[in-house]
C-alpha cells in the first residue's frame, strides 16, 4: 500500500517541510508525561512545533506558521465549526493561534500560563481582556498528547463563561487525547494523526524500516494503555 496517498498534495507538501526544517525527530525522547510517569517508555519521535523567539526554541518560521493555520482554518470550515474567539495554548500554540486569528478574522484570547504546585498551569486571562459571554471559542494547539493543557484552557474559557466545544491541533499524537477531550465535551480536530505522518515517511524513505517499526510498536502501546 501507497500510504502517501492518504496524505491530499497540499498534507504532502506541510508533511514535508516539517521534515525538512527538522520539526520532526526521530530518538529517544523524554515527553510532558514523564513529570507523572517518569518509568513511562521513551517515545521514538518527538514533533518541535515551536518558533525561535518561543522560551523553548523550535524551526517553524512564520511561513509554515501561516501555511498550519490555514489548514486547520480548513479542517474546522469544512466541519462546520464558527468561532468568535480563538484561544492557543500558551505559548507553543500561541504563533498559531494568532495566525488563525488572522486568516479567520477572529480574536485572540491571551492566556496566562503560571507556576503551580512545581508545574506550569494555564491558570486565566490576561487581565483587561473582555470576553463575550457564551461566544464560541475554539481552542488551538500545535499538537494534543494526553490533553493536559487543553483540559486546563478548556477550564479557565468555560469559567469566564465563554462556549468551548472544539479544539484543533496540527498533530494528534494518538495517546488518549481525543477520548479525553471528548469526555469534557470537546471535539479534537487535527490535520495530522501520528500514524499518517509515520506511514507517510517510511513510505517516502525518510525514515527506514528500522525506525519505523519502533514508532509502530510504541504507538500501539500507547493505544493499548
Do not use: W
Not at 523567539?53 to 493555520?69: F, H, Q, R, S, W
Not at 468561532?83 to 495554548?89: L, M, Y
Request: proline fraction near 6%; aromatic fraction near 8%.
Amino acid at each position: 500500500m501507497n500510504h502517501s496517498l492518504a496524505l491530499t498534495p497540499r498534507l504532502v507538501k506541510l508533511a514535508d517541510h516539517l521534515f525538512a526544517l527538522g520539526a520532526v525527530k526521530f530518538g529517544a525522547f523524554k515527553l510532558k508525561k514523564h513529570e507523572r510517569e517518569p518509568d513511562a517508555p521513551l517515545s521514538p519521535y518527538f514533533f518541535n512545533l515551536r518558533t525561535p523567539e518561543n522560551p523553548k526554541p523550535g524551526p517553524l518560521d512564520p511561513e509554515i506558521v501561516g501555511t498550519i493555520a490555514e489548514e486547520i482554518f480548513e479542517l474546522l470550515r469544512n466541519a462546520d465549526v464558527y468561532f468568535d474567539f480563538v484561544a492557543p495554548v500558551p505559548n507553543a500554540g500561541a504563533p498559531i493561534g494568532a495566525a488563525l486569528a488572522a486568516h479567520s478574522e477572529t480574536e485572540v484570547i491571551p492566556l496566562l500560563k503560571r507556576e503551580q504546585g512545581g508545574k506550569r498551569r494555564v491558570t486565566g486571562i490576561v487581565d483587561g481582556f473582555e470576553v463575550r459571554e457564551g461566544a464560541p471559542t475554539v481552542v488551538i494547539d500545535d499538537l494534543v498528547t494526553e490533553a493536559d493543557s487543553k483540559l486546563e484552557t478548556i477550564d479557565v474559557l468555560r469559567g469566564a463563561g465563554l462556549e468551548v466545544a472544539h479544539v484543533a491541533v496540527l498533530i494528534d499524537r494518538e495517546q488518549g487525547g481525543r477520548s479525553e477531550l471528548a469526555r469534557a465535551g470537546c471535539t479534537l480536530h487535527a490535520v495530522f494523526t501520528v500514524r499518517e505522518l509515520l506511514d507517510y515517511y517510511y513510505a517516502t524513505n525518510a525514515i527506514d524500516a528500522t525506525k519505523y517499526e519502533e514508532a509502530i510498536a510504541y504507538l500501539a502501546a500507547e493505544r493499548a494503555a
